[in-house]
């Protein structure tokens, strides 16, 4: 029996590509570097930005200090882009996003959150309008732990006070979240109603064929 759904938080209830975007490459535009060697640098401190040793100002800055281009200026300008990004994102959650975390609440299940973030996306996570429907919030940022680490699970499900078997993980797949809930027992779910806005080279996961589908919100319900 599912008493609880444990829900990714990009591409699953909200998208990043639902309005303007602002990835790697148009920092490297803002910063006029050429985005491979920007990539590059960025990359490095992905695991630091996701794991809480270093702030989204503090990855900036360290990516620019590779690439010789670091100025207090250039930081705020990037975060600042980020941060209205992000604003956008939050402010687009569909309506059908509230509704299904409603109706979850309606039947009695709990709602946990499991999410590899920065500082600046755990902050709007917790200012969103889904955050007061979370009974459990995982934040890669403040846990100091990713997925696919079996340990921030195992946090969510202590917190939500159930068991693997008596949840539900619904994500769109990126970090191998669905091969890991699955590996600890949990059902897992594709949510794939967001795919098609994605595009190269940022589409996080593609169908997987291993799992159920997931085609609009409510399709979750089904699965419960």
């Not at 620019?64 to 930081?75: G, H, I, K, N, R």
């Not at 300008?77 to 939050?90: N, P, S, V």
């Not at 079996?150 to 191998?176: H, N, Q």
């Not at 109603?193 to 080279?201: G, Q, V, W």
Request: charged share 30%; proline share 3%.
């Amino acid at each position: 029996m599912t008493k609880a759904v444990i829900f990714d938080m990009f591409e699953t209830l909200v998208s990043m590509f639902s309005g303007d975007t602002y990835f790697s490459e148009d920092m490297a535009h803002d910063m006029n570097l050429q985005i491979d060697e920007y990539k590059k640098a960025w990359h490095i401190t992905e695991h630091d930005r996701s794991s809480g040793n270093c702030t989204i100002e503090e990855g900036i800055k360290r990516t620019l200090e590779m690439l010789d281009c670091y100025s207090e200026d250039a930081v705020t300008l990037i975060a600042g882009k980020r941060r209205k990004t992000l604003e956008g994102i939050f402010e687009r959650t569909p309506k059908e996003t509230i509704a299904l975390l409603q109706t979850l609440k309606d039947k009695g299940l709990k709602i946990g959150l499991i999410s590899n973030c920065y500082s600046d996306e755990a902050k709007a996570i917790r200012e969103s309008a889904i955050f007061p429907y979370l009974d459990v919030a995982m934040l890669s940022y403040e846990q100091r732990i990713t997925k696919p680490d079996p340990e921030i699970y195992k946090r969510a499900m202590d917190e939500l006070g159930v068991t693997a078997g008596e949840c539900l993980y619904v994500g769109d797949g990126g970090s191998k979240e669905l091969f890991a809930a699955r590996d600890l027992g949990m059902k897992a779910l594709q949510a794939q109603y967001f795919a098609d806005l994605a595009f190269e080279p940022h589409i996080p996961c593609y169908k997987l064929d291993e799992f159920n589908h997931a085609y609009a919100p409510n399709d979750i319900l089904k699965y419960l």
